[in-house]
């Protein structure tokens, strides 16, 4: 089993922000996060080593692979969602990068379905990231990540208008009306409650929101030449600071060059050609 121990560089969202200004928590705590590739024996290069906030050892964690690198991380935002749970709430994790498309036997046997994320929580693999993060808040209840209920749902459906769009061939067929009203109404949630879901400090919603809106605008933008429009300036406030604080971790934890930026970009570009195929 081949395993690389990198160094993050711990820039978790546990910030309070007055939309794009930063001002991170001077308690960052460092951790250790290893890569672990079952099955290839090949050993990645040792990035260096981090302390580790808690006495706790490191939770196991099945992410997608790079389609493109062996030995990255993909692009699954459901993975991305949980991996920045664990870091918002200082834990160190393994990361063990499943190829989805040559899907090794052990996998199947813990996750039937063939999906990730997968955790390794008290001995037991728990699939689906609204599971895990769920799981996560009760276990490691600090710092709190819980959304408010009755802010929950918000942004909820931005993701499946994008799809939508995304995969409609009418520019008529108000798809792009439908995501449009989705964000401009997000973009007006900001304006009155933010700069974050639960207000002041960032939640379990924004961490799983940041990723999608990340891969939105990748998405739109490759397949469609479409981007948010300007004038949702509370709305690109907020994705310009989670892109900055949570891609920084991903792009610098894995990846530091600009010749990784464009894998990722290919990457998720053919992540969003395997949805396309799969739901048409
Ligand atoms: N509802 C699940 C969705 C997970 C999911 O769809 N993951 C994709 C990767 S982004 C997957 O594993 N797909 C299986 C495949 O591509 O074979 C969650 O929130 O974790």
């Known amino acids: 089993m081949s395993t690389a121990k990198i160094t993050p560089s711990a ?32 050993r990645l290069g040792s990035l260096g080593v981090a302390m580790c906030s808690k006495a706790s050892d490191p939770l196991e964690v099945c992410a997608k692979e790079s389609l493109t690198t062996p030995n990255r991380l993909g692009d699954c935002p459901f993975t991305q969602r949980v ?24 996998f199947l046997k813990i996750s039937p379905e063939g999906k990730v994320p997968l955790l390794k929580l008290d001995e037991k693999w728990i699939p689906d990231s609204d599971v895990i993060t769920q799981a996560l808040e009760e276990k490691f209840p600090e ?57 002041e400090a960032v939640s379990a919603a ?7 809106l990340y891969h939105l605008e990748i998405a739109l933008a490759h397949y469609k030449k479409w981007s948010i429009p300007p004038s ?13 604080v949570h891609w920084k971790f991903l792009y610098e934890a894995f ?16 992540f969003f050609f395997s949805m396309l195929v799969i739901h048409v």
Request: glycine residues 6%; proline residues 7%.
């Open 11 to 42: 820039t978790a969202l546990s910030t309070t922000i007055k939309h794009i200004t930063l001002h991170p928590r001077p308690t960052r705590a460092l951790f250790s996060t290893r890569i672990t590739r079952p099955g290839i024996g090949r």
């Open 143 to 199: 710092p709190p990540l819980a959304t408010r209920p009755d802010r929950a749902s918000v942004g909820s459906k931005i993701f499946s208008t994008f799809i939508g769009f995304l995969k409609s061939k009418d520019p008529s067929d108000g798809t792009e009306q439908a995501l449009l009203s989705e964000l401009g109404a997000f973009n007006n949630y900001l304006e009155d409650n933010g700069p974050f879901i639960n207000g």
């Open 255 to 270: 990846f530091m060059s600009s010749t990784f930026k464009s894998l990722f970009h290919l990457t998720m570009i053919a």
């Open 83 to 106: 991996l920045l749970t664990l870091e918002e709430k200082h834990l160190p994790y393994d990361l063990k990068l499943i190829d989805l498309k040559n899907k090794p036997e052990w």
């Open 232 to 244: 949702l300036t509370y709305l690109n406030s907020y994705i310009k600071v989670c892109h900055n």
């Open 206 to 212: 924004d961490l799983s929101l940041g990723p999608k």
